[in-house]
């Protein structure tokens, strides 16, 4: 048994020591001859590459990208492979104009800055004339991003936790009423949506505000949300049968012209008992039109989505080609209601392309009160979670309702990371407030500001250098 043990060994231990030396062997040729190696490979695909005609030749889907793009070829194979509409998320890939061609003044010398021990004011109040403002400690929101529609109950309960450790509202989104997530959040923000369970009354009756949706930045109109995207607790929730798709209507039940909004609203404002009643839509080339609606219809507080507002799904078509620009949209907006004579009775909140504390400060100096965020807490809830998913997934596969993949999100950590986000947005708001020599988000305005270039002079009424 014993010399059997050691013939093995031995065996093992020989071939162990051939292939060593096969492997040496093999790398001692290929360090020799490596340049002649790559030179010869480097030849043959350079070579096919210059010589091939067009027909044959792989740079040919070279000029087709840039004829197009990567993002047309692709879409054009989804559409070819399922014949009905695609659903694009987060939004357009459109570079649209913003604010990079706004700057702040800095008070140096005329005007001074403050200290930075000097506490700054960033809070606000939405819906002045209702009985009971909304009361925030940031002008940072946690715009509707729903559950089951769009993210899982994992992701919601993070965003309510970071909403409520930020002393900032959570909005719900168009989705079914959650229970724990209204448990998480502090400021709470219901959505009645364009659904069969949009005007839910223990929602309505839990919430801090009300929103109306008719749209936003990358959506409008009616849609269906296919059956195998619901199924589980949310399609439950919603009240829908197995295996039946939600129907979104386009228009808000109960509303078949213009004239129906002011009863639609008094009736609305009797079930949210005093809580301010919002309104959201996407900004468009009439915005004032659907303004001088919303002022009739008595909405405390109008937030208009920009044509960069992302969603968890919309076709390329309505995200890429309706809308306008957030910040012509901000503009056009904050000079209607103030010839109107309402300004002071109706709060403003932007959303749609809102990246950096930079744009958010200068919405706020053009008028927004203010603004929705969407894409950045998204983000910040998969931050150090990456290795969950990547490199196989996409990230967004943390997060969305019908993946497989959401119940891996650590909540606790997605909760840390989206309040460090909105922390830090906050300082770096109230640093810019300090250096502009003011204590307060309500003492910016236009003149804190000035334009670059003669367009965005003219649109803001800004001052250009």
């Known amino acids: 048994m014993q010399n059997t043990l050691v013939l093995v060994l031995i065996s093992v231990l020989a071939s162990f020591i051939g292939y060593a030396l096969l492997g040496l062997f093999f790398y001692y040729l290929a360090k020799r001859n490596f340049r002649n190696i790559v030179q010869r490979l480097f030849s ?59 700057m702040f003044v800095p008070a140096q010398m005329a005007r001074l800055p403050l200290e930075i021990s000097e506490t700054v004011d960033m809070k606000v109040s939405l819906g002045p004339k209702a009985e009971e403002p909304l009361k925030l400690d940031i002008p940072l929101l946690i715009s509707g991003m729903a559950y089951g529609e769009a993210l899982s109950e994992e992701a919601r309960r993070a ?44 929602a309505i009756a839990q919430a801090d505000m009300i929103e109306v949706q008719m749209g936003q930045g990358s959506r409008i ?40 909004w002011p009863d639609y609203v008094s009736e609305l404002r009797k079930q949210a008992g005093g809580k301010p009643i919002g309104l959201k839509i996407m900004s468009g080339g009439r915005i004032e039109s659907d303004l001088a609606v919303a002022i009739e219809a008595g909405f405390d507080v109008i937030d208009i989505g920009g044509a960069q ?8 078509t309505i995200s890429d080609d309706f809308g306008i620009p957030s910040i012509v949209a901000l503009m056009r907006a904050q000079r209607y209601l103030v010839e109107q004579g309402v300004r002071k009775e109706i709060s403003l909140t932007v959303s749609g392309g809102y990246v950096t504390p930079g744009q958010c400060l200068k919405a706020l100096a053009l008028g927004a009160d ?36 959401k119940h891996r999100l650590d909540i606790d950590k997605a ?49 250009k250098i």
């Open 370 to 405: 203010a603004i929705s965020l969407g894409s950045v807490p998204l983000f910040a809830l998969i931050h150090g979670q990456i290795g969950q998913v990547m490199p196989w997934e996409p990230l967004t596969q943390l997060v969305w309702y019908d993946s497989r993949y």
């Open 44 to 102: 043959l695909v350079i070579g096919r590459l210059l010589e091939d005609d067009y027909s044959e030749n792989l740079m040919e889907l070279w000029n087709a990208t840039h004829r197009t793009s990567i993002l047309n070829i692709l879409e054009t194979s989804l559409r070819a492979q399922t014949g009905k509409i695609i659903k694009r998320p987060l939004g357009s890939s459109k570079k649209f104009p913003h604010y990079d061609s706004l």
């Open 159 to 202: 965003l309510a936790r970071a909403a409520k450790q930020s002393g900032t509202a959570l909005c719900s989104g168009e989705g079914p009423f959650l229970t724990e997530e209204r448990q998480e959040a502090g400021k709470y923000i219901w959505q009645v949506s364009r659904s069969s369970y949009g005007r839910d009354p223990q």
């Open 309 to 316: 507002g992302g969603t968890a799904g919309s076709s390329p």
């Open 221 to 260: 109109g009616g849609q269906i949300i296919e059956a195998k995207a619901i199924q589980g607790k949310a399609q439950e929730l919603m009240g829908v049968p197995p295996n039946k798709p939600v129907i979104m209507t386009a228009v808000i039940p109960g509303i078949s012209n213009p004239w129906d």
């Open 415 to 463: 909760t840390q990371s989206v309040t460090n986000v909105l922390r830090s947005f906050v300082q770096e708001m109230e640093e810019g407030v300090r250096a502009l020599g003011k204590k307060s988000i309500t003492e910016l305005g236009p003149n804190d500001l000035v334009a670059l270039d003669d367009w965005t002079a003219e649109l803001t009424g800004v001052k």
